[in-house]
């Protein structure tokens, strides 16, 4: 019984209680042909990453670590608005189900009082035919206490329960993520990024503010005006010139 109200996302569970990392299997079972909407999800994690090779800290049944096989008809240069369709839904799930209200900081961070309670992964298989499959991977930070995370993260991270102060259902957002998932890719997929996006920039914590975008090759600091209709974080220089981010690290300068 798993209470799910979807179609497609979670109609195939890969439910492992331990694993180096959800995001490898995944890819596996994409490889193998695993259908549209496969979720692996796990108890914990030993080798949980983030993006750029970073490390994931995944306690042990304190949080939804889990990776989605979308394998959307669209193209590649389409997959990073995924990320940020996830991070719609995993903001109205988590709203839905603690009445807290998350911010989404560009691209990849939902975050409470400021500080990070869920990271989101977008990896791509492609080939000349387009994506094959999205593996859409998101860390959820639910019942920790300051001290299940590693000492290196204590200061920038959260939990729904450090937020709200109560145990949260794990298995309650976790149904509810995949029902706002469902929701929101299809929405994409049938009607673009327009209306999400709106949808978007009421959760952003980043845009009209000053920020610092550290990129692999350099470092912009300038206001971060908005986001085009595929994702593209729009960056104002003191100069006065547009730049169009694809990805970065993004620090707030005003906090
Ligand atoms: C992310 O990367 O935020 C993407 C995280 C995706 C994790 C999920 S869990 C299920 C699936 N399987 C995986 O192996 N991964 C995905 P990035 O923006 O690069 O942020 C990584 C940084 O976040 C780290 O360098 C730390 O500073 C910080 N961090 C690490 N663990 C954290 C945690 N549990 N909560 C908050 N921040 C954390």
């Not at 990896?123 to 035919?129: C, H, P, T, W, Y």
């Not at 206490?145 to 200061?155: C, M, N, R, S, T």
Request: charged residues 20%; proline residues 3%.
């Amino acid at each position: 019984q798993t209470g799910l109200k979807t179609k497609s996302i979670g109609r195939e569970i890969e439910y492992v209680e331990s694993c180096a990392s959800t995001q490898i299997i995944a890819h596996q079972l994409a490889q193998e042909g695993a259908p549209d909407g496969t979720v692996v999800l796990t108890e914990t994690q030993t080798a949980g990453r983030g993006r750029l090779a970073r490390k994931w800290d995944s306690a042990a049944n304190k949080g939804a670590w889990m990776s989605i096989i979308l394998r959307p008809d669209v193209a590649p240069q389409k997959a990073p608005q995924f990320t940020l369709v996830t991070a719609v839904a995993v903001v109205r799930a988590i709203e839905e189900v603690t009445g807290l209200q998350p911010q989404i900081k560009w691209p990849n961070d939902i975050l409470l009082n400021g500080k990070k309670c869920t990271g989101i992964l977008t990896e791509l298989q492609s080939d000349a035919d387009g994506i094959q499959a999205l593996i859409i991977g998101i860390g959820l930070n639910i019942n920790q206490e300051k001290d299940d995370f590693d000492a290196g993260v204590q200061d920038i991270a959260t939990s729904l329960k450090m937020e709200s102060g109560e145990a949260v259902n794990r298995q309650k957002l976790v149904q509810s993520l995949l029902f706002y998932m469902e929701l929101y890719t299809q929405m994409y997929i049938e009607e673009g990024f327009a209306m999400l996006k709106i949808l978007w920039e009421s959760y952003s914590t980043t845009i009209g503010q000053p920020v610092r975008a550290r990129m692999t090759n350099q470092t912009l600091e300038g206001i971060a005006e908005g986001i085009t209709d595929d994702g593209v974080l729009q960056l104002r220089t003191a100069d006065g010139k547009l730049h169009g981010i694809y990805s970065a690290d993004i620090e707030m300068t005003n906090k």
